[in-house]
């Protein structure tokens, strides 16, 4: 399973708490949402929304 995650997100991070409560571990996959990265092809492919997180 794989997070897409950036740091600075606080939707991420709920995330991030909800997994590590239940012990569940992820590939975590950083998105800099300040470069961009949301926006790419790559990501956009992935969640069409163009935001963070998707699991
Ligand atoms: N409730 C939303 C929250 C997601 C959200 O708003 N993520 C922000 C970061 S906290 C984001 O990816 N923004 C993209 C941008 O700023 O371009 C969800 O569907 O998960």
Redesign the pocket.
Known sequence: MKLYT?WR????FRVRLALALKGIEAEHVAIN?TQGD??TAYYTEINH?????TL
């Open positions: 950036y997100s606080s939707a991420a949402l949301q926006r929304q163009s935001i963070v997180p």
